[in-house]
């Protein structure tokens, strides 16, 4: 067994440190002028795992309705959906069937198989405290961490030398990714993902999406490409080191050593074969960057900083975006958008289309710049130069919604209040800004919350 699958185990601290870091970032990683948009449904279905229960003293279901309102989400349909757990597994066998799966395999997989209901509780989670973006690198970037990452960088050499050669995909990535996502193997969770995944097929508000997870699960034990009792991970199914979904396992994942299996979770090579596999079809340019730090000019109009507006280099440059340290750009015509994520006080960021690569493999902004930054420091490269406005308060979700209540009673229409910073509510905090002097960077600080309650 591998080194990082014997502590795959959860210490008391790393358990609670991604519990943290997992709440926090399913509610909103990003409380800046370029948020991410769509994040409840992308980060259900993505590679976050919310914090795997620990053993002994696993948290029951809350027996609440969940906090999306969603007809399928109340506590009488989650216990009356639980009740027919047996039915709806049944009702699956002719898929499974279809898809090559014995009965054998289907009766010893389901016969004793019980509903998670927990896992309930962490779909509709929306926590009242997040974390700010910085909080987030300094979490996930930390000198243990490229430590620990140029070690297994220099004991697999051998096989990221082959895995570049055969996928064309930067090395650093990849064991940037096996960091930030599991910690290298450490921290990945421990629900079986047979049982996470029948469970949210069965009950609540994501079924369509889940059958298929749990239907891929069953393929994938019966094909025997992982070890039954190692298909362990997150609530939402993710399992192995770098986190893939059964449905993205069975898209990706390659058999690297040619020992017939596609063992993403105990073959190294397969493992890091399959990752850069998932990255090159996701569009990897090979031999490019991410992306770049850059100094914004407060000048700036921060409506340009969105996902959905990508500009050339060089129309970045003529707006006045430049690097920290005066370098010059590598390739002018290429396209970038810009990310801001703590407004004119902190860096910004020119994504490349490596970038918007690594966001399919986890779509949340600060979790995909994590795994940036931490190959450029893999790669030997320097922290970030600018400082993060650190004295800034990450506003609650009850401010959230407050703040959009007070902007919606000025006149501005950002759409239903929901606590989430998307682009209507930015942009009415801009417009907000520039009537009281701040620069309008669409940043939703303490001070524009204040301001908007002395109005
Ligand atoms: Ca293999």
């Keep these: 067994m591998r080194a990082w699958a014997k502590i795959r185990k959860l210490t008391g601290l790393m358990q609670k440190l991604r519990t943290a870091l997992t709440a926090a970032i399913l509610a909103t990683a990003v409380t800046g002028a370029a948020a991410a948009q769509d994040r ?14 620990s053993p002994g003293n696993a948290p029951e279901w809350s027996g609440e309705s969940g906090a999306s309102g969603h007809p399928l989400m109340t506590a009488p349909a989650i216990r009356a959906a639980a009740a027919s757990f047996p039915i ?58 490229i430590a620990k990452g140029r070690e297994l960088l220099q004991k697999y050499r051998a096989t990221f030398d082959a895995v570049e050669q055969a996928y064309g995909v930067d090395r650093y990535i990849l064991a940037a990714i096996w960091g930030v996502e599991t910690n290298y193997g450490t921290i990945g969770g421990d629900r079986p993902v047979v049982r996470s995944t029948a469970t949210l097929a069965c009950i609540g508000r994501r079924q369509n999406y889940f059958r298929e997870e749990f239907l891929s699960t069953l393929e994938i034990i019966q094909r025997g490409d992982v070890r039954p009792d190692h298909l362990v991970g997150s609530w939402a199914g993710a399992f192995g080191p770098t986190q893939f979904m ?33 990255l090159r079809k996701d569009g990897w340019v090979n031999g490019q960057t991410w992306g770049y730090e850059v100094v914004i000019p407060a000048t700036l109009n921060f409506a340009l900083a969105d996902r959905r507006q990508a500009m050339t280099i060089r129309e970045w440059e003529r707006v006045g975006v430049v690097r920290p340290n005066g370098k010059a750009f ?13 407004g004119i006080q902190g860096p910004g960021f020119l994504m490349l289309a490596n970038f918007n690569a690594i966001m399919k493999y986890n779509p949340a902004e600060a979790y995909a710049l994590a795994i940036g930054h931490l190959s ?6 320097e922290r970030f130069a600018q400082d993060w406005p650190r004295y800034e308060r990450v506003l609650s979700r009850n401010e959230r919604l407050e703040l959009q209540q007070l902007l919606s009673q000025q006149g ?11 682009s209507k509510t930015r942009s009415a905090i801009r417009d907000f800004q520039g009537k009281i002097g701040q620069v309008p960077d669409g940043f939703a600080s303490a001070e524009v919350l204040e301001r908007l309650r002395a109005r």
């Design 330 to 342: 590598a390739r002018p015509d290429e396209l970038a958008y810009l990310l801001v994520p703590a």
């Design 246 to 278: 059964p449905t993205a396992f069975k898209r990706y994942a390659v058999d690297f050593d040619h020992d017939g299996r596609r063992d993403v979770v105990d073959s190294v090579p397969d493992l890091i074969a399959s990752t850069a596999n998932n």
């Design 40 to 53: 409840d449904d992308r980060y259900i279905t993505g590679t976050i795992s919310p914090p795997a229960a």
């Design 88 to 145: 709806c597994l049944e009702r699956m066998w002719p898929a499974a069937a279809r898809r090559g799966v014995s009965r054998e395999t289907y009766h010893a997989v389901t016969a004793s198989l019980t509903p998670d209901l927990r896992i309930m509780d962490l779909l509709d989670n929306q926590p009242e405290f997040t974390k700010s973006f910085w909080d987030y690198l300094d979490v996930l970037v930390t000198d243990v961490r």
């Design 376 to 381: 450029d420091r893999l790669r030997g490269g």
């Design 412 to 422: 501005y229409d950002i759409g239903d209040p929901d606590g989430h910073l998307g």
